[in-house]
């Protein structure tokens, strides 16, 4: 099974503070993605990665950045939380055609900003 | 614009029923679809996939149609379980590991 760990489940924190999400793959999986999920918005995709080092911005990437400086880590960065980072964030892998396809999910992590 | 679309917010059922959950997509170049069930405080876990090359998958309880010159899928839950009761996501991608393109969610709930 493959296991998507996202290190803090929740947190609060306050606005203009720097805040690190951390995410660890145990597949050796190349793609990880960072989403969040809101009432009525679905899941939005914020950045995601193909490999080590290399990054894409998603549908969302203002007031975000990630740093894959190993396979198996992908981190989300808010530089200056603002109250509208407020929201669930998850983090995912995927194998691509050899795994299906299928996104797997990590549990997510709750942030609120005050 | 949304690419992936689900037009119902939520649906109510009855247990032992039949859920339909219904997702329209735009992009033809979509070729792989995948639902996903999401309980609250959790990640999504995925449920059930259909290639465009094909017009059914059946999975259990769980079985995806996939219209493709109506670009529309749905997913048939029979029967219907307190358990079932959750947010299912509609999801899609033109494959290759390109990350998925979702809609916003059917508060499906069972109702005893």
Redesign the interface.
């Known amino acids: 099974d493959v296991k998507?760990t996202q290190s803090s489940r929740y947190l609060v924190k306050r606005t203009g503070e720097k805040v690190f999400l951390e995410c660890v793959q145990d597949m050796d999986h190349?793609?990880m993605?960072w989403?969040r999920?809101d009432p009525?918005?679905?899941?939005?995709?914020i950045y995601?990665s193909?490999d080590v080092k290399m990054k894409e911005k998603?549908d969302i990437p203002e007031g975000y950045s990630v740093s894959r400086e190993k396979k198996e880590r992908f981190s989300l960065i808010l530089e200056s939380a603002s109250t509208n980072q407020t929201s669930?964030y998850?983090c995912?892998t995927?194998?691509?055609?050899s795994s299906?396809?299928?996104?797997?999910?990590?549990?997510?992590s709750?942030l609120t900003v005050v | 614009d949304q690419q992936v679309k689900?037009n119902s917010?939520s649906l109510s059922v009855q247990e032992g029923r039949i859920s339909i959950l219904n997702c329209d997509y735009t992009n033809s170049m979509f070729d792989?679809f995948?639902w996903?069930k999401?309980y609250p405080?959790?990640?999504?876990?995925?449920l059930i996939?259909i290639s465009s090359i094909k017009d059914k998958n059946e999975d259990g309880r769980f079985t995806v149609f996939l219209n493709k010159s109506a670009k529309h899928l749905s997913l048939h839950i029979v029967p219907s379980q307190p358990g079932d009761s959750a947010v299912y996501?509609c999801?899609a991608?033109p494959?290759?590991?390109d990350?998925?393109?979702?809609?916003?969610?059917t508060h499906l709930i069972i109702q005893p």
């Open positions: 998507v190349e793609n993605f989403y999920q009525g918005l679905g899941l939005r995709l995601f193909y998603g669930m998850l995912a995927t194998g691509g055609l299906g396809n299928t996104i797997y999910f990590g549990e997510g709750w | 689900q917010p792989y995948l996903y999401k405080a959790e990640g999504p876990t995925f996939s996501f999801a991608t494959g290759g590991g990350g998925l393109t979702f809609g916003k969610g």
